[in-house]
């Protein structure tokens, strides 16, 4: 999509920047060196594979003889590699390549186990091209590298002006025994910075008429990776952000009234009866004379996303409406411009959200910057659901999840006057709740009266939301060897071994999705789920239900885990056996495990029976109503998803009375 940083004014741009001609000097980085390679002494510690014995960055503001603003960036990092593959991992270092940026200091050294140092220098960077994307790249390859030895690199780059808001991510799996962090800028120009997740809060300081940000130098303790956790968005990090210039008295910069607005003026021009015209033509076409305000969300965007090629480029005409219209091919900012503008004209009450993808940054709902500000959605508030619309495998009321259970920016139309504006709020955007996303079973096996190894089963299967979101809108373009193919896919979910004797559909039309589930229907003759003992006959009951995950966790959990989706599961199987037997051990299909937080319960898996004569029906209830599970809980919640892997294990005794 169009970076918001495009949509300011350049006026704006250049008002927020002016300063007196007469600050003019050499940025103070570019004095900087490494030091000597003898800093580092011998390493003692040889039961680290890496340690990272020195990092540090600085970001510089500076004007130049013309007053314009420069940006300098800083990284000096060095390295003690002791295993093979790390050695693999750091034998290329990569450097900043781009046009808008200029590289004014490059180089690197490795430093032996015995002090012995080799300096690599500009001439020794290497170019290569990426022949998928075709990006070029620059990089030093280094040499001579064995366990024990040093590798340090740093780099200058001049950079495009970029201050509304810049996160350094600082902590990884590897320790940092110092880390430095320094901003510096003008006396004049005043930024906000924070520290996010143990990283320490940087202090400021006035040197020579500048003013300077310090972190450290600090140790940084490394961060494990754990499963399900939303990894590079726990790392520690720091953010800065300009938020004054003294010269001229503006305030908030690199705040959202400035930014919110300029987007609604975008995205809500004041459009003459020419310009609507095409639009109006186009209402007619997809959503006729429905007056159900959902439907005509529905079938918009439903036309929107099987007719309107999205495609990546800054052409001018990807983003004008009327060629969208007719040409049906668009960039994101096109495909944005084309659904505000129908939902504006339709009188359809709408919001415009920013957010970030949680599983990559948490948007912080205080410290107001533009790098949260990464993907759009469109919040209908009468009906609370949202819209996605760049994303082809999402349907209205099932947004990308992981955009879902975040704060976002929200935009809302409001009318001062006659004149209409944006007003801007920071909110939290709740996810789609348990309730909406099913997977569900009904199952019926029958076990033959001559041959009780022998069974009947059917299988009805009905998925709704998430788990619908990824085929029930594409149904209708499936050909009918690809449903077999799809069916096959579910029949061997249960067991490798099967195939479904017959199959069918129901509720297989696209626009039901999110309105009626999508039902799977499946037969099967198989012996597969009985083995004889005997007289006896053991039944995999627990194997129709699906594989389940068996989460396993050694250490004591640190970070939250976050499902992508909330969602439930209902199963009832019923079990017909032949007269003359009877079931040895029903309570076995018994379990249970539940957990509650803050009093309310949001994980659980039940399962029971009941006995009729020759039939058993076991009922299954499993839920997930939250998304994030924070340490603290995670061992109820892994108890709940070992229940279903439990489950699996479960094999009923059918023997003679």
């Known amino acids: 999509?169009?970076?918001?940083?495009?949509?300011?004014?350049?006026?704006?741009?250049?008002?927020?920047?002016?300063?007196?001609?007469?600050?003019?000097?050499?940025?103070?980085?570019?004095?900087?060196?490494?030091?000597?390679?003898?800093?580092?002494?011998?390493?003692?510690?040889?039961?680290?594979?890496?340690?990272?014995?020195?990092?540090?960055?600085?970001?510089?503001?500076?004007?130049?003889?013309?007053?314009?603003?420069?940006?300098?960036?800083?990284?000096?990092?060095?390295?003690?590699?002791?295993?093979?593959?790390?050695?693999?991992?750091?034998n290329k270092i990569y450097l900043p390549y781009n046009s808008t940026s200029q590289l004014l200091v490059s180089k690197a050294r490795v430093i032996s186990p015995k002090g012995k140092e080799l300096v690599l220098d500009q001439?020794?960077?290497?170019?290569?091209?990426?022949?998928?994307?075709?990006?070029?790249?620059?990089?030093?390859?280094?040499?001579?590298?064995?366990?024990?030895?040093?590798?340090?690199?740093?780099?200058?780059?001049?950079?495009?002006?970029?201050?509304?808001?810049?996160?350094?991510?600082?902590?990884?799996?590897?320790p940092i025994s110092s880390f430095s962090f320094k901003l510096e800028s003008p006396k004049s120009l005043e930024f906000k910075l924070t520290s996010s997740n143990g990283i320490p809060e940087a202090v400021k300081d006035t040197v020579n008429g500048k003013n300077i940000w310090k972190i450290g130098p600090v140790p940084i303790a490394e961060l494990e990776r754990e499963e399900g956790a939303a990894y590079d968005a726990l790392r520690g990090s720091v953010s800065f952000k300009l938020d004054r210039n003294y010269?001229?008295?503006?305030?908030?910069?690199?705040?959202?009234?400035?930014?919110?607005?300029?987007?609604?003026?975008?995205?809500?021009?004041?459009?003459?009866?020419?310009?609507l015209e095409p639009l109006m033509a186009f209402i007619e076409e997809v959503s006729g004379t429905t007056s159900d305000l959902e439907s005509q969300i529905r079938k918009l965007e439903d036309y929107i996303k099987t007719n309107v090629f999205l495609t990546e480029g800054n052409d001018p005409g990807l983003e004008d409406l009327k060629q969208v219209i007719e040409q049906k091919i668009a960039n994101n900012t096109g495909v944005l411009k084309l659904y505000t503008a129908l939902f504006e004209q339709l009188g359809i009450t709408h919001e415009l959200v920013l957010t970030c993808n949680r599983l990559e940054d948490k948007f912080d709902p205080?410290?107001?910057?533009?790098?949260?500000?990464?993907?759009?959605?469109?919040?209908?508030?009468?009906?609370?659901?949202?819209?996605?619309?760049?994303?082809?495998?999402?349907?209205y009321g099932y947004p990308t999840a992981q955009l879902t259970d975040n704060y976002g920016l929200f935009i809302k139309k409001v009318f001062v006057g006659s004149f209409k504006a944006?007003?801007?709020?920071?909110?939290?955007?709740?996810?789609?709740?348990?309730?909406?996303?099913?997977?569900?079973?009904?199952?019926?096996?029958?076990?033959?009266?001559?041959?009780?190894?022998?069974?009947?089963?059917?299988?009805?299967?009905?998925?709704s939301g998430y788990y619908a979101s990824y085929m029930h809108p594409y149904m209708d373009l499936m050909?009918?060897?690809?449903?077999?193919?799809?069916?096959?896919?579910?029949?061997?979910?249960?067991?490798?071994?099967?195939?479904?004797?017959?199959?069918?559909?129901?509720?297989?039309?696209?626009?039901?999705?999110?309105?009626?589930?999508?039902?799977?229907?499946?037969?099967?003759?198989t012996n597969l789920f009985v083995e004889k003992a005997g007289n006896r006959y053991l039944l995999n009951i627990g194997q129709l239900?699906?594989?389940?995950?068996?989460?396993?966790?050694?250490?004591?959990?640190?970070?939250?885990?976050?499902?992508?989706?909330?969602?439930?599961?209902?199963?009832?199987?019923?079990?017909?056996?032949?007269?003359?037997?009877?079931?040895?051990?029903?309570?076995?299909?018994?379990?249970?495990?539940?957990?509650?937080?803050?009093?309310?319960?949001?994980?659980?898996?039940?399962?029971?029976?009941e006995m009729n004569t020759n039939e058993m029906q076991i009922t299954i209830k499993e839920t997930y109503a939250q998304n994030i599970v924070a340490p603290e809980d995670f061992e109820g919640f892994r108890k709940v998803i070992n229940a279903a892997a439990d489950f699996n294990k479960v094999v009923l005794v059918v023997a003679p009375k």
């Open 1 to 90: 999509m169009k970076n918001i940083r495009t949509i300011l004014p350049i006026l704006f741009f250049l008002s927020i920047l002016q300063v007196s001609l007469a600050q003019n000097e050499q940025a103070s980085c570019l004095s900087y060196d490494w030091g000597a390679a003898s800093q580092y002494g011998p390493i003692t510690d040889s039961e680290q594979d890496m340690i990272i014995l020195k990092e540090q960055k600085t970001v510089e503001f500076h004007y130049d003889a013309n007053g314009d603003l420069n940006h300098h960036f800083l990284e000096n990092t060095a390295v003690w590699l002791n295993a093979d593959d790390t050695i693999e991992e750091y």
């Open 123 to 174: 001439s020794k960077i290497l170019e290569a091209k990426d022949d998928e994307t075709g990006r070029q790249y620059k990089y030093f390859a280094l040499e001579g590298i064995e366990k024990g030895s040093i590798i340090e690199y740093m780099y200058i780059e001049r950079k495009k002006p970029s201050y509304n808001g810049i996160a350094y991510r600082i902590q990884d799996e590897h």
């Open 247 to 275: 010269s001229n008295g503006m305030r908030n910069i690199s705040g959202y009234s400035q930014v919110s607005q300029n987007i609604f003026n975008y995205y809500y021009p004041n459009r003459s009866l020419k310009e």
């Open 366 to 395: 205080v410290f107001q910057s533009h790098h949260f500000l990464r993907d759009y959605l469109i919040y209908f508030p009468k009906q609370d659901k949202y819209l996605d619309p760049h994303s082809l495998y999402s349907r």
């Open 422 to 463: 944006g007003l801007d709020e920071v909110r939290y955007i709740n996810p789609v709740p348990s309730s909406a996303s099913g997977d569900n079973l009904d199952i019926s096996i029958s076990m033959a009266a001559d041959a009780p190894e022998n069974t009947q089963i059917e299988i009805k299967r009905e998925i």
């Open 479 to 525: 050909k009918e060897e690809d449903e077999e193919e799809l069916m096959d896919s579910f029949a061997k979910s249960y067991n490798q071994g099967l195939e479904a004797q017959t199959y069918s559909f129901t509720n297989k039309d696209p626009k039901l999705f999110g309105q009626k589930p999508l039902g799977i229907n499946m037969s099967f003759d």
């Open 545 to 609: 239900i699906g594989e389940q995950m068996q989460m396993y966790q050694e250490k004591k959990r640190v970070l939250p885990y976050e499902n992508d989706h909330q969602r439930y599961y209902d199963r009832t199987i019923k079990v017909r056996i032949p007269d003359g037997y009877s079931i040895l051990n029903p309570e076995d299909a018994v379990i249970e495990h539940t957990h509650k937080v803050n009093g309310s319960k949001v994980f659980e898996f039940v399962s029971g029976y």
